[in-house]
């Protein structure tokens, strides 16, 4: 059998946690709306309600007068309620967290969920899209099923870096002074840059994060490091890599072995088996690989015909806090 059901227990516990996970998505982006601070500041004798953001950046938005008051008061009083409530919903997704370890909900490699926890956090994930074997934790988390562990069984996983929002994500890192590899070593700081592959990253127990691009066109920089650090991934082209660009995209909680969870953006189902199908009769394509790709495309066909696993978007994301 390709796949078996989850239990009943599992199933709502499944859906319990995602609904939490998802709310907390929500606080995270309306409270992402207050984020810095506002205040009075004495100049030359006046008073001025000046706002500043994360980055120390400040502007003045006017002397005090009863209208600035009250803009002062609104943003002080939704800047506590939005952050109070983005606590209680991390306390709430910290205890389902829990239940999906004591439940055995989830099976997602912990390092997977989170290196994209890291890139939630550090606000990269709208750029980067998990494809490949693994985007199928994501496609059996839609169905509430186990898919058979021959289809699953891999120690990489492909980020597909989008170089159309190139300039974005570039900036988000520097304003960080961090680079890719940085960020992979927030989720494990055992990750180092395999020497013979510069696209490669490998931690101490073997599992390897390779960042891919499409091939270079209009206005892509190739060769593509990815960020301003010296020392740093270098993104590998490939052939795939604009047709999964252009992909409808799905999006899905994924729960890990150890009960944690993350956001998995990938392609939708339809374009995950249209490519699978492709490369299962390319000539160019390892031998070794082509029956697991086959079977692949098989098993995920199954879940759209009996659970209408779709195309799901994901939702925006908000800058980290």
């Known amino acids: 059998m390709d796949f078996i059901p989850l239990t009943e227990d599992q199933l709502r516990q499944t859906i319990d946690a995602e609904s939490s996970f998802s709310a907390m998505e929500q606080a995270r982006r309306a409270a992402s709306e207050v984020r810095g601070s506002m205040f009075w500041r004495e100049d030359r004798g006046r008073t001025y309600l000046v ?9 003045r938005l006017g002397l005090r007068t009863p209208d ?34 004591a439940l055995r909900v989830g099976r997602c490699p912990a390092i997977l969920v989170a290196v994209l926890q890291r890139f939630e956090h550090y606000g990269l994930s709208p750029h980067l899209l998990t494809v490949g074997t693994h985007a199928l934790y994501a496609f059996e988390a839609a169905a509430g099923v186990r898919i058979a562990p021959q289809a699953l069984a891999t120690q990489d996983v492909d980020v597909l870096f989008d170089t ?4 974005t994500f570039f900036s988000r890192l520097e304003e960080a002074d961090m680079s890719f590899i940085d960020i992979l070593r927030k989720a494990d700081k055992t990750f180092e840059i395999r020497p ?35 020392e740093d991934l270098w993104a590998v082209q490939v052939s795939s890599g604009s047709r999964m ?72 994301i908000a800058p980290s806090t």
Not at 51 to 59: E, I, M, S, V
Not at 164 to 167: G, I, L
Not at 198 to 223: M, Y
């Open 51 to 59: 706002r500043a953001n994360t980055a120390a950046r400040q502007t």
């Open 68 to 101: 600035t008051e009250a803009m002062h008061a609104r943003f002080t009083e939704r800047k506590h309620q939005l952050e109070s409530r983005l606590a209680d919903l991390k306390d709430t997704v910290a205890r389902h967290e829990r239940l999906n370890r």
């Open 164 to 167: 159309r929002q190139r300039v």
């Open 196 to 230: 013979d592959q510069l696209q490669t990253a490998v931690n101490a127990q073997g599992f390897e994060v390779d960042v891919i691009r499409r091939d270079a066109k209009d206005e892509d920089p190739h060769p593509l490091r990815m960020s301003h650090k010296d």
């Open 245 to 316: 660009l252009s992909a409808e995209r799905f999006s899905q909680v994924v729960v890990a072995s150890n009960g944690a969870m993350a956001r998995m953006n990938t392609v939708s189902p339809a374009a995950f088996v249209k490519l699978k199908r492709t490369l299962s009769t390319s000539r160019t394509r390892d031998p070794l690989k082509k029956s697991k790709d086959a079977l692949q495309a098989d098993i995920v066909q199954h879940l759209m015909d009996e659970f209408m696993i779709g195309a799901r978007v994901p939702p925006p």
